[in-house]
């Protein structure tokens, strides 16, 4: 992995593009980081199907319609009345200048309206890279595969073999310190 | 050696150590002031039957402190009078904050034992750590470590990366592990002897609770109703390494209770049951009682018309087979994710002979362990809104009406297909969770750690059995528009009825510890309390500057008294519930051991 991401990296030097390759790769990076460290997973899952669970019924980001704009929206303002919460921290704020969700500060969240803040803020360059990565990653993909899940989890754990062929295992060998 | 461990001492404490001592470097290291090491005794049945013998003599050698469930140490050096000098022993600074899976971090959510001066304790992931507690520190013996797989298990861990501990057997510690396995380590050397694959997270099963020892049997309960699965409890002969017995806790075709699941979803593909949360055991009718979790879907229940036994039930198995001897439902076909998988504490009132259970769904309950027969139910919540009350004759929720296949209670605060969302109290996390109770056998109180809530739930409606395994299906899902606080709240198991309530800012997501005439507890935002056992009123706190979320207990070493608890947020709260509590917000995640002292 290291090896082919050099490899890219000295290809694209040679050829000159430098700076923009090696910075989508790293924006791409930020993307899943930050999908993974603010807990989209945790509601949309890896693979971005969303559905039911203790997040609230997350919608599928494989199906969605939506834009970047609009994704970019909904991660920084949440959706008022869904369990989908908002991700910059302060736009509800009631003694901002502006109000850029909905026209909405939090004495408007009351009720149906109210809107979630998520546990982990991010910045709006972090909530672009999870748009980004929403839209090239997940966003009209078929059914999760086994390629989908080792590029998220990596292939040093059993979590993708649902994927798999069955296939038969040993237990991990435990260690002790003493 | 010598050396490298003055060095260690000299960075570490040395202007502390002068203080105290002022020959801080006469002693030859961490273990140099305490005793050499001593062999345990091995734990036999006998012991454990006699816990509260152990109990008396400074030891804590089961889960519940007891098997009857009762966590209640007749330790009294610390009391009323003693405990505001309680103060900060020793602490030890533990691993297992790793992410995995949907998860960023593990926390603490174990139970300590205790024996003859060593504590055995578990982290998030299940590793084991043996601590001298002798000489008023502690020093690790051994951590075994068994290297789980996190992101396999931790992909289907509905609410964190938790481990509630360990148990002993003969010279064994016997674990469990999140991916599933039951291990036994040598006491002495911390050397894996054997391990068992008893779960599979492939099916979406993972194992947080700790073992129960009955005879020579391992119980195991299994986590998983969020994900489909069919939930069950196991026992393994621990000489053999054999499944004597698993009880599925959801009938299947020609079993009884299958009447229960009406519509044409198979309920063994996907009805839940899960069976997380230690049980306990009554040796004189040779009985095991345990808890059972919601039905799966979690919340969409017309998918699932019936009752929808034995979910959200406390079970009754026979120890030698597994075979149900009885069960008591207490939220039938439940729509609000209402699951009894909480402990069941055996004690004797009178003639009575009651298993005590403290609900999700806000109310206590006391049935008759000889046979599951309804005696009484308390609310133990300052606000139920989804029933009028539980019906004081039959045990069931007053607007249950045996001839619907799908129940709605009170329609107001119950979603449904129809009516997606509705808002309800105590919100789907309880009422009161996995934490668990204690019971004051001599003042016969019964404290209960709250979760003073309501949240909302919106229904999206199952369309067919999960197709594949290790996805969620729960039928919808939970939000938190309300703010949520917390309790211990105090019944008098004579007559049934609320005795003290003492209010906390934040949900009890840790447990109490009941000694002679105090409780202990925590809360989330790092305080560790002492409360009146019979006032309830505050007699001792302590900031630990860690998220609690694990119950106290007690020990005695050296002829002195100690209260340990581990201190780390874990759970569910962080990740799914957190907007109901914005403060909590702050926590950062630990992994610490705290040992108070007089």
């Not at chain 1, 834009?67 to 008022?80: A, F, L, S, Y």
């Not at chain 2, 290790?470 to 309790?487: A, K, N």
Request: proline share 5%; hydrophobic share 35%; glycine share 12%.
């Amino acid at each position: 992995m290291m090896f082919r991401v050099n490899l890219a990296a000295t290809l694209v030097m040679a050829l000159g593009f430098l700076g923009s390759a090696q910075a989508e790769e790293s924006e791409a990076q930020l993307g899943r980081a930050t999908y993974a460290r603010a807990n989209c997973v945790g509601c949309h899952k890896w693979h971005g199907n969303g559905g039911g669970g203790y997040g609230g019924a997350a919608l599928s980001l494989r199906k969605t319609q939506l834009d970047r704009e609009q994704i970019v929206k909904t991660v920084t303002c949440g959706r008022p009345g869904t369990g989908m919460p908002s991700f910059l921290r302060g736009v509800y704020d009631d003694d901002a200048k502006e109000h850029p969700c909905y026209d909405f500060s939090q004495k408007d969240l009351t009720g149906d309206n109210h809107v979630a803040e998520a546990g982990t803020f991010l910045r709006p360059n972090e909530i672009e890279a999870v748009a980004d990565y929403v839209l090239k990653n997940i966003m009209g993909h078929g059914d999760p595969n086994l390629a989908e899940c080792v590029a998220f989890f990596g292939d040093t754990s059993r979590v993708c073999e649902i994927y798999k062929p069955k296939t038969s295992h040993q237990m991990p060998t435990p260690s002790t310190q003493n | 050696m010598k050396a490298r461990t003055l060095n260690l001492r000299l960075l570490a404490g040395a202007a502390l150590a002068c203080l105290i001592s002022g020959s801080a470097y006469a002693d030859g290291g961490p273990a140099a002031d305490k005793p050499a090491t001593v062999k345990s005794a091995d734990v036999t049945t006998e012991r454990l039957l006699n816990a509260n013998k152990e109990m008396a003599d400074g030891n804590w050698i089961t889960h519940h402190g007891n098997l009857w469930g009762q966590r209640y140490s007749p330790l009294a050096q610390i009391n009323k009078d003693t405990v505001k000098g309680l103060h900060v022993a020793w602490t030890m600074q533990l691993g297992g904050l790793e992410g995995g899976g949907i998860w960023s971090h593990g926390g603490l959510e174990g139970t300590p034992l205790a024996e003859n001066g060593y504590l055995y304790v578990t982290d998030g992931w299940g590793s084991v750590y043996k601590i001298d507690a002798r000489g008023g520190k502690g020093t690790l013996i051994w951590k075994m470590d068994p290297k789980t797989d996190h992101d396999w298990a931790g992909a289907v861990a509905c609410c964190g990366v938790d481990n509630r501990g360990a148990a002993l057997y003969k010279n064994l510690v016997i674990s469990h592990t999140l991916d599933g396995r039951l291990i036994a380590t040598d006491k002495e050397t911390g050397q894996v002897k054997w391990q068992r694959a008893v779960a599979n997270p492939d099916k979406g099963e993972v194992v947080t609770g700790a073992p129960l020892i009955v005879k020579n049997m391992a119980i195991t309960g299994v986590a998983g109703a969020e994900y489909g699965i069919r939930g069950w409890i196991a026992a393994t002969d621990l000489d053999t390494q054999k499944e004597v017995w698993r009880t599925y806790t959801i009938p299947t075709k020609g079993e009884a209770g299958i009447e229960s699941w009406k519509g044409a979803n198979s309920a063994e593909v996907a009805g839940g049951g899960s069976t997380w949360v230690t049980g306990s055991y009554d040796a004189a009718n040779n009985t095991i009682v345990w808890g059972v979790g919601n039905p799966g879907p979690d919340w969409d229940n017309a998918f699932r018309p019936g009752d929808n036994l034995y979910t959200d039930s406390s079970l009754a198995v026979d120890a030698d087979t597994g075979k149900i001897k009885w069960h008591f439902q207490h939220t039938p076909n439940d729509p609000y994710d209402y699951d009894s998988v909480g402990e069941n504490v055996l004690v004797d009132v009178g003639d009575k002979k009651l298993a005590l259970h403290a609900n999700r769904n806000g109310f206590g309950y006391a049935v008759d362990r000889t046979d599951g027969k309804f005696e009484w139910a308390t609310a133990f919540v300052k606000k139920v809104t989804w029933t009028k009350g539980i019906n004081p004759k039959t045990g069931k929720p007053e607007e249950y009406d045996a001839g619907k296949d799908v129940q709605t209670y009170l329609a107001a605060a119950t979603p449904t297909r129809d009516k997606a969302l509705a808002d309800f109290c105590p919100g789907n996390m309880g009422g009161k969770n996995w934490p668990p109770t204690s019971y004051n056998p001599e003042l016969k109180l019964w404290y209960i750690p709250v979760i003073e809530s309501c949240n909302r739930v919106t229904i999206a409606p199952e369309k067919a059995l999960p197709a594949k395994s290790r996805e969620f299906f729960t039928g919808g899902g939970p939000s938190q528009p309300f703010r949520i606080t917390g309790s211990v709240t105090a019944i008098d198991v004579t007559t049934g009825k609320v005795a003290g309530k003492f209010e906390t800012k934040f949900p009890n997501l840790g447990g109490t510890l009941a000694t002679k005439d105090l409780v202990f507890s925590g809360e989330p935002s790092g305080e560790v309390f002492a409360l009146d056992g019979k006032t309830l009123e505050k007699l001792w706190g302590f900031n630990t500057g860690g998220g609690v979320s694990a119950p106290p207990m007690t020990f005695q070493v050296d002829g002195k008294q100690y209260v340990a608890i581990l201190v780390g947020l874990g759970g569910a709260w962080d990740k799914w519930f957190i907007d109901s509590t914005p403060e909590l917000k702050t926590m950062q995640p630990g992994s610490m051991l705290y040992v108070f002292g007089l």
